[in-house]
């Protein structure tokens, strides 16, 4: 309306005329030229200069519209009428469109000929490049006797011919040609288009994108240019355009493919875009015959990406896509044999660490089968393909009890990694890694005997391979027989200088082994062995195995215990001084001495206790954590409750005093969850005091938190505000593990499954637990000896040491599990029974992906 | 990408083949010409140089040629040896094609 009456006041004409020449104008907007037209033809009888220019401009759009739509002779029959009223340079370009669409291409060859050799003032430089395109793509040469002729038709033909020679890979025929065509020809951005061409094919990809970028833009050789240019990177397909992206995808295909795919492709693209995986797949396997198929070409790399894309997919994405693929096979309805073998691979890559077994192999066997067919494989490939699946049957389940220590894990499927360990040693008698993964399952199942004798082949059969002599040498160790351990790690040592393992490894054999010469009485003999490990000894103190200290004190006590008590002495004092703090040394004295004597107690406890109540530090913290650690994971660990209790004590003190980040870190990493957890918790809180945006103590407090108070959204919630934290610091590690424990939120850890020797369907198999109205018999609590420990010691506990279990609890063990066992104890027989568990369902034929149920999290630490 | 395809070696090619077509192609990209083309060529080696890498690539890989199946053919044709140029007829039909955008 503002408009409206500005037009009104500025031009002084009545309303009426105001508003059809505003009819007129949205009319033109609209492209409704006919209406525009009617409307405006009275007005230019009242303002011709006024209103004339909107009646050309209608006469032009509803000519364009006709020459688009085919209707020449009609657009010929308002051309003339434009001719009438419209000046004759304006009219140029509709007269190209109109002659271009005509058959008569000598006609309008010569009227353009004129028009391009006028000055080029006549005619606009957009018109210009329209023209001389209509020219070059008519491809015939101009009439003869024209006056244009001797200036164009030498450059025209340039132009056909060089073209020519560009199609027949003529290469230096292409300059000659192009010589012809001056810099300010007409035609010269033909002539650039025609370089950009050698290029392209000659494979000077910044030459060709240098060239074919710079054309005039509405230009046929520009348009052309942009197929070329999505070749050499030098331009993306336009996908919000679609009619322009299939134009341009049509040439690259066609120049570089064939003709015809450019629709398929984007319309698979699109469908991929949108999440609709397999739809996506689907078009191309419908539309063309060779689809999926094996091969270095397009099609070939088109398939592969189909079956290698869901690795990189979300949870959700993957088990829909893969779903797809799953009712093809169920179907029986595979294309083609690689289509199969590539779906039994995917589908045995990705099943989850939780799957059956079963159906692994069958996915894995069923490929290996196709690959033979598709491929012709060799047994060297078959061989490292039964290798892993015989790795990924005897992946460990995971122990069924809440942490404690329960022996060794259960195998996923022991005798099918045997099997498959077996048929890929069968296969190519070289796999190393198959040999060795059959002596870890071997081990594992306790068949000692055939570990033993695949070991002995090995020996043979690997005579010079560190890793076999190394697990020879385990072997020996576990039999005692030490001497012949250190005969191979020496064997080992001369095929690895450097290897700190092999190194760690003759250290400890050699002192295992003058260790039981002490214990025989056989000095002489045992402070020879002991002799070379002078050369094998480090100056790091904190190397709890090689440093001269710890050394030192192991000698020093055996002497003691076994030997020369004054030379025993004498070097537990040379190991005193030589240790990083008196505290270190007594604790590890300590433990040494419980561990060589098996006694409950040692000589150094009273001076322990005195020295660990003195200044309590994070610094040494770190160390004494070490050192515990160190002889908690050794076989012959003794039950540590004293010295629990005193670290414990210990590190609470020290949580109090100043520590630096470096050493809260240590020492929550040594912590972890399970007996140290408070100490643990204690460190962090007086971080989170110091900085509470710490992201590294605030991951370590959501690690240590149960899985069951955290809730899946809230605890993916927190992990997210954490990591956005870490990464405002730049703190590379923490980013690392929270955006794996973010990813872990999407494939959570397997549960544990259900026995596979239980026959499920047989309701005889299983028998629900009995019902004690006085809770478990004794007997019973025999195959769980943590509990007839616990209920024994706890039984004569006083109400102080009760508290400390209570504190001390096993890793893992429910606080209503602890109270049940003190209860008992204190009635003097075992805990009441739990109630009993449901009767396990069988397993599926096909086990459903699981959400996130716990957290995965819970007691994973860096 | 295919490390085939990123060092112009057929599937079936041996170590010594591949390992030619390696030598040729750093020679053309050396890490000061083109570091990115010279990184892919020893990242596409090194999966491929031996039996046991061809295998375990063949096996276990998990990567994807490109971000769609768009991505993957442009991707693809950008490797790809140069296409051959058109006839003159295709050529003429495609510039026509071209004048009708």
Known sequence: MAEAIAINSQSGLPPSIVAAEQRTREYLAQSKWRKAREEIKPLVKLDRARFLPLLIEANMGLAREMVSKGHIPEARQVLAYLATIAPRE????????????????????????????????????????????????????LPAG?????????????????????????????????????????????????????????????????????????????KASRSYLLLTHGTELPLNKPRLAEVILEGACRLAIQPGVAGLLLRAEQLWREGCHGDSYRVLRNAIGQFPCDGADWLGSVSEFYFQ?????????????????????????????????????????????????????????????LHEQVRKSSSYFKSIAYSWLGQQLARSQGSASFGMRSGTDRLCDAEGACECLEKAKQLDPRNLPAHLQLVKVYEALNRKSERNRLLDEMAKQFPEEKLVLLENARGCIERKAFTKALELLERARQVDQLDPAVLEMLVSTRRQLARQHFQQHRLDKARQTLEPLEGLLTDQAEDLQRSRWTAWLRQGLLERLHGDAAQGQALLDRARAASPHAAGFLLFAHLTHRVYARQADSPFLAELRAELAREPSATRGVLLLRIFRYWDSTPDKQPWGVELGLLRKYLKAAAKGPCSRVEAKGIVELCGPGEFEEAANAFIRARLRHDPKDPLFRLFKHMLKPAWLVEPDEGRRQLEAILEEAQRRGEQEVIQKLQGLIRSLDYPPPLPRPREDIDFDDADDWEAPPEFDDGLPANLMGGIPEFAEILKMLANASESDIREFKKTRPKDMPEFVVDMLIESAKKGGPPKPFPPPPKPRPPAPQPPRRPPEENPNQGKLF | MSPYLVLGVPVQADDQIIRRAYLDAIKQATPEKNPVRFQSLSEA????????????????????????????????????????????EAMKEFLHTCSKT
């Open chain 2, 45 to 88: 080696y090194e999966r491929i140089k031996d039996e046991t890498s061809r295998c375990k690539y063949e096996l276990f890989h998990q990567e994807s040629p490109g971000a769609s199946p768009l991505d993957t053919v442009l991707r693809h044709l950008r490797l790809a040896a140069k296409p051959k140029p058109m006839s003159m």
């Open chain 1, 309 to 369: 894309a869901p690795y990189g997919m979300s949870f959700e994405q993957r088990e829909d896509y893969l779903e797809f693929f799953h009712d093809l096979l169920s179907r029986g309805a595979a294309k083609n044999p690689f289509e199969e073998m590539q779906i039994l691979r995917l589908f045995a890559l990705t099943e989850g660490p939780d799957s059956n077994t079963g159906d692994l192999r069958s996915y894995w066997e069923g490929f290996l089968s």
């Open chain 1, 146 to 222: 024209h006056p244009a002729e001797v200036s164009l038709g030498p450059q025209l033909r340039g132009i056909h011919e060089a073209l020519q020679a560009v199609s027949r890979q003529e290469w230096d025929r292409v300059p000659e040609w192009l010589r012809t065509i001056p810099h300010r020809s007409p035609f010269s951005h033909w002539a650039v288009f025609i370089k950009g061409l050698v290029a392209f094919h000659n494979g000077d990809a910044e030459r060709a994108t240098r060239f074919l970028s710079s054309l005039p833009a509405e230009s046929v050789p520009a």
């Open chain 1, 90 to 141: 304006q009219l140029v370009g509709l007269e190209v469109d109109i002659l271009g669409r005509s058959e008569d291409s000598k006609d309008f060859l010569g009227k353009f000929a004129t028009v391009l050799i006028a000055p080029p003032g006549n005619l606009a430089e957009a018109e210009r490049v329209r023209l001389a395109d209509q020219v070059v793509l008519a491809f015939a040469p």
